[in-house]
Structure formats: C-alpha cells, structure tokens
C-alpha cells in the first residue's frame, strides 16, 4: 500500500485579509506552516518536507518577496508535476476594510514605502497577485470575523480536490458584493419577509420564514431559472478543469430570501456533488 500523498496549501492573499489568522489556524489542525517563503525556494522546500515525512505543509508566500513573485506560475508549474495534494488558498478583502484596518494597526503596508498611500499599495498587490488569485480558492474576507474566517478554511480542507467544489453564498447588498463570486443572482425583487414583523428577527432556514417564501410564484420561478442556468453550464466549468464556483445570492440584508434560496440550491445540486453553503451575513461567532 503507497504512502499517502503530502497535503500542501499554498496560502497568499492582500496584506490584511488575514493570512496570518489562517496560518495558525492550519497550524492547529497540524499543518507544519512557514510564513514568506521566497517563490523560488517552494519546490526544494517542499521537496525536503517531503522526503523528511511531513504529511501536511502550509506555506505563505505574499508581496514581502515581491521581486520574485511574478516568477509564482513557474515554480507552481514545476510543484504541480510533483506527486502532491496541493491546494492554492487566496485571501482578499475590499479596499476600504484593507484601509480600515492598516489604520486601526498603525501598520504600514509592504509595498508603501515613502511613495505610496496604502489605497495605492493595495491597489499594485492586488496587480502583483493576479496570476495566484486566477489559479487559487478566493475566500472574501471583508466581512468576516476571525472565527468565521477559521470555520472557512477548515471547510476548504475538507474538500476533494478531485471533484468541482460548488459554492453557494447569501450576502447583503448592503454590505458590499463579495469579491470572491463567479455569479451573483439579485433576489431583491422578490417578496420579502422583513416587513412581517413575526418573520423579522428570523432568517430564511426558519421554517415561518420558508413557508412565507414558498408561498410566493415569483420565488420559485427565480429558483428555477437559476436551477436551469446552473445545470447548463456547470458542465462547461468541469470541462474546464475548474476546482471552485461560487454562486452568490444577494437581498438586501442577506438574511432571509438570499439565505432560503442558497440552502435550496445546495440541498438540489448537494445530492450529486460536492457543495459547500455560505451565509456572509449570519452566525458571527
């Protein structure tokens, strides 16, 4: 019997979106983590691990080593042929939570320098990063707390890499759309629960609040174009070789038609493949 194959994360992300949070986290499920290791340096380091019996490895590799890193795809070339279970983690978060939280710390971006605002900084990350966040799992910060961000990564871990992971996520507009989505539906034109002060305080996996939607045509006319635009072209993406898509639901607070219609999706599509189910707005521990 072979010996199973080393689990390798590879982790970047902007500076500020919480790498650091996810690392130790890794750190706690047993990953051996290194934080900032140079680009050309993740094949001979991983190689070593390797040989030197480390099961599962997370490394960090961001801007601080920014002279090297646009040589990333290269070098991630040369680690794919290994005989690895890797996995590309990338962290993101929008400008103005990145900016909010450089000034609460008093921290200075990496790229800042005494040329560049951190709006500006950012701004070059997010080019110097491209190719990496094209390749890899994109998980939105912006909106989540510390313990939510862990529960995330753990669910990321857990997946077979060898099947498309679909993602259904509800958020709110009106706190921003998610950075990470490869759709967004707008379900803002649906009835909605908020104005019956009994359904209020509940969210769409309450059944109150599931009957009162059910009730409504429009919504499962909704659910059923999405259905059918889903079962078109998922096809298409694993055809493609893509690993993730995330599908995010969108009403206004994100707490009752978005989260009904995202728990609906991955109960449909959960049946046959393998869904992950995301409530931006919702359980902040």
Known sequence: ???????????????GAGKSVVLRALEDLGYFCIDNLPVP????????????????????????????????PDHYAALAELDLDIRLLFLEANDETLIKRFSETRRSHPLAGDKLTVAE??????????????????IDSSELSANQLRSWVRDFIALDRSRLT????????????????DFVFDVRCLPNPHYDPLLRP??????????????????????THILGFL?????????????????????TGGQHRSVYLAEQLGKHFGAARQVLVRHREQFHA
């Open 121 to 138: 900084s950012v701004a070059l990350e997010r080019e110097l990063l491209a190719d990496f966040a094209g390749l890899a799992h994109r």
């Open 1 to 15: 019997m072979s010996a199973p194959k080393q689990q390798l994360i590879l982790l970047s992300g902007l500076s």
């Open 202 to 223: 509940l969210t769409g996996k309450d059944q109150p609040v599931i009957d009162f939607l059910e009730r409504e045509p429009k919504v499962g006319q909704y659910l």
């Open 41 to 72: 340096l993740l094949a001979q380091t991983v190689a070593l691990l390797d040989e030197d019996g480390y099961p599962r490895v997370a490394i960090g590799i961001d801007v601080r080593s920014s002279h090297n890193f646009s040589s990333f």
């Open 166 to 181: 679909l993602i259904f996520a509800s958020f709110g507009f009106k706190h921003g759309l998610p950075l990470d989505a």
């Open 231 to 251: 079962e078109r072209w998922l096809p298409e993406f694993e055809r493609d070789h893509r690993s993730y898509v995330t599908v995010a639901i969108g009403c």
